[in-house]
C-alpha cells in the first residue's frame, strides 16, 4: 500500500501541469484575437491579424514555443523535418519567453534567427492566446490558405493529424 501511494503522489504533478486539451476546436478567429500585437525580432509591434493576412493563399503553422521549454526544444529537429517534407508551407514562431533577451538568447542558440519569429511581449495571457486556449508550449496551430483555423491542437510536430491536415488542405481550392 505504501509504495502504491508513493507511486500515486509520483505521479500527481504530471496531471497537475498537462495540457489541457480545449473543449472546443475554434475553425476561425475573433476580431479581438487576431488584434492582438506581438513583437517582432526588429522590435515591431504587430497585430496577428497581419501576420495571418502575409501568409494568406498558403498553408500557415504557428509554433508556439519558449526557449526554457524541454520540449519545445526536443520538438525543434521535427519541425524541421516537417518544414523539409513540406516547402510549400509557411512557419512561424510565436515565443512566450519571459524576456526579450530570453528570447533573443534562444533564436540565436537554437539557430533560429533566420526564420519568421515573434514574441508576446506583454506576457502569456492575452487576447490572443486566450482566445485559442492555450495553456502549455509546444503547441501548433494550423491555418489554412484563406486564413481559418484548419489545426486548433496538436503538441507535437510527429503528431500524425498535423501531415494529414497538410495533405487536406493541398488538395483544396481556395
Not at 509591434?45 to 504557428?62: D, F, Q, W
Not at 520540449?71 to 512561424?92: G, H, M, R, W, Y
Not at 506583454?122 to 494550423?142: S, T
Request: charged fraction near 25%.
Amino acid at each position: 500500500m505504501k509504495s502504491f501511494l508513493r507511486v500515486a503522489i509520483a505521479l500527481l504533478p504530471i496531471g497537475v501541469f498537462a495540457q489541457k486539451i480545449p473543449a472546443i476546436s475554434k475553425t476561425e478567429f475573433s476580431k479581438e484575437a487576431v488584434a492582438q500585437k506581438i513583437s517582432s525580432f526588429q522590435g515591431k509591434k504587430i497585430a496577428v491579424s497581419e501576420i495571418i493576412e502575409k501568409h494568406k493563399g498558403r498553408v500557415l503553422i504557428i509554433d508556439f514555443w519558449a526557449s526554457w521549454c524541454a520540449d519545445c526544444i526536443k520538438a525543434l529537429p521535427s519541425t524541421k523535418i516537417l518544414k523539409e517534407q513540406n516547402p510549400e508551407l509557411d512557419f512561424v514562431y510565436f515565443s512566450l519567453d519571459r524576456s526579450h533577451e530570453q528570447w533573443t538568447r534562444g533564436l540565436e542558440k537554437h539557430k533560429l534567427t533566420d526564420q519568421e519569429n515573434y514574441w508576446f511581449d506583454e506576457g502569456w495571457k492575452n487576447n490572443f492566446n486566450n482566445y485559442v486556449d492555450l495553456n502549455w508550449v509546444p503547441r501548433f496551430l494550423i491555418v489554412d490558405q484563406s486564413g481559418k483555423i484548419a489545426k486548433y491542437y496538436a503538441v507535437s510536430p510527429n503528431d500524425p493529424t498535423i501531415q494529414k491536415t497538410i495533405d487536406e488542405l493541398k488538395m483544396k481550392k481556395f
